[in-house]
């Protein structure tokens, strides 16, 4: 069971757009950065987002992120066959004093 | 362009320890003033973060592994590297090292990952 939860799949269309969402805690995504990683199949997980919404050169403005009390949410616009993929959530916790990662959630873009 | 690079046994012995190192390559491990971190994925689930340090040595842990983890630094060798003892077939994981850098709260550059295999 992880501390941030994420949906477990989501799915869309090429072209369309979706919506992962990281919900937490106070102690966590409420009071901390979040980032987001995509894992595309049988390799390493890439930064997409990181301090809630900033994206590291290289990753196009079709990816974003935002961040609203205790949960986050990464938006893919123009969904392309290639942004299927696991996304993960992650961030600090205070609390428990370790670096958290949500469950990840399945892409299928159909 | 800055790379790392896991490396270490592929199978471990239950109740052995577990050690892997990570390369870093295009740029001085010290000179980024950055965190390094291991974080792993057991098969088929999500990513679980191990632990970070510092260039000059300073540590966290994850509470749940805090007993059973060590990871040093070793600048002259531009490497870092994770000691797991005691390990049991629930560490069996894709281990992946990575760059924690202070400016941004997130890991910005990973390893390609390496698997380790717990058993006799």
């Known amino acids: 069971q992880s501390v941030l939860t994420q949906p477990p799949s989501v799915s869309a269309a090429p072209g369309q757009k979706v919506t992962i969402s990281c919900s937490g805690s106070s102690s966590n995504i409420g009071n901390n950065y979040v980032s987001w990683y995509q894992q595309l199949p049988g390799t390493a997980p890439k930064l997409l987002i990181y301090d809630n919404n900033k994206r590291p050169s290289g990753i196009p403005d079709r990816f974003s992120g935002s961040k609203s009390g205790t949960s986050a949410t990464l938006g893919i616009t123009g969904l392309q066959t290639g942004d299927e993929a696991d996304y993960y959530c992650g961030t600090w916790d205070s609390s428990l004093r370790w670096r958290v990662f949500g469950g990840g959630t399945k892409l299928t873009v159909l | 362009q800055l790379q790392l690079q896991e490396s270490g046994p592929g199978l471990v012995k239950p109740w052995e320890t577990l050690s892997l190192t990570c390369s870093v390559s295009?740029?001085?491990?010290?000179?980024?003033?950055?965190?390094w971190g291991w974080i792993r994925q057991p098969p088929g689930k999500g990513l679980e973060w191990i632990g970070n340090i510092y260039y000059s040595g300073g540590t966290y842990y994850s509470p749940s592994l805090k007993s059973r983890v060590t990871i040093s630094v070793d600048t002259s060798k531009n490497q870092f590297s994770l000691r797991l003892t005691s390990v049991t077939a629930a560490d069996t994981a894709v281990y992946y090292c990575?760059?924690?850098?202070?400016?941004?709260?997130?890991?910005?550059?990973w390893g390609q990952g390496t698997v380790v295999t717990i058993s006799s």
């Open positions: 295009g740029g001085s491990i010290s000179s980024s003033s950055s965190y």
């Open positions: 990575a760059r924690f850098p202070q400016e941004i709260d997130a890991f910005d550059i």
